[in-house]
């Protein structure tokens, strides 16, 4: 089965930029659509961003803009490059997997926004 390993967080100053990497240790290729999600403290995981096997990207409204959601099919990498970073975006990120009805997940990477 293939894993998923995220990188690229850690602490930044509101307005800070931060790239988040998922990396995969087989093909992405055969998943319909990669996302990233994030879950702060005593919330739910929502999803943040995701990006179809065409390329065809949606973001969540308090994001757009500010992340962009990409995949290295021949690298199994998916990025979320992060900018205007804002207090409110603090929170658990992970990568994730679709195809049908198989849902992936790797364990998460912490991201806190300092005011």
């Known amino acids: 089965q293939v894993q998923l390993v995220e990188s690229g967080g850690g602490l930044v100053q509101a307005g800070g930029s931060l790239r988040l990497s998922c990396a995969a240790s087989?093909?992405?290729?055969?998943?319909?659509?990669m996302a990233w999600y994030r879950q702060a403290p005593g919330k739910q995981r929502d999803l943040v961003a995701i990006v179809s096997g065409d390329g065809t990207t949606n973001y969540e409204d308090s994001v757009k803009g500010r992340f962009t959601i990409s995949r290295d099919n021949a690298k199994n990498t998916v990025y979320l490059q992060m900018n205007s970073l804002k207090p409110e975006d603090t929170a658990v990120y992970y990568c994730?997997?679709?195809?049908?009805?198989?849902?992936?997940w790797g364990q998460g990477t912490q991201v806190t926004v300092s005011s």
């Open positions: 087989g093909s992405i290729f055969v998943f319909n659509f």
């Open positions: 994730n997997a679709q195809r049908g009805l198989e849902y992936l």
